[in-house]
């Protein structure tokens, strides 16, 4: 089993900043891609950034230039650094790591979210 434990959350006005941090840990042989989705009332889950093991990055539209994903391997933890923030992003924030576990089996973990509020 593997758990997924965020951080970095909370209440910000709107232009400021948050950097939210995701940890992996348990049976876990490697991580593959691991990656940050956003979820506001009333709408889908979304995917906000996501960063494979090889390198390269993903991100939706609306954050493309204000957010920042990366990741340290050797702590299985992901970052999302968040500056310029808007109304807009306010949402909870889940985090996501595809798992290669030590028994062989591939799973998605998804984290328990964490909840950024963007407002003056």
């Known amino acids: 089993q593997v758990q997924l434990v965020e951080s970095g959350g909370g209440l910000v006005q709107p232009g400021g900043s948050l950097n939210l941090s995701c ?29 494979p093991s090889g390198g390269g990055t993903n991100y939706a539209d609306s954050v493309k230039g204000r957010f920042t994903i990366s990741r340290d391997n050797a702590k299985n933890t992901v970052y999302l650094q968040m500056n310029s923030l808007r109304p807009a992003d306010t949402a909870v924030y889940y985090c996501n790591a595809h798992v290669i576990q030590k028994n062989g089996a591939w799973v998605y973990y998804w984290g328990q979210g964490t909840q950024v509020t963007v407002s003056s």
């Open 23 to 51: 940890a992996a840990s348990g049976s876990i042989f490697s991580i593959n891609a691991m990656g940050w989705f956003r979820q506001a009332p009333g709408e889908q889950r979304e995917l906000v950034a996501n960063i």
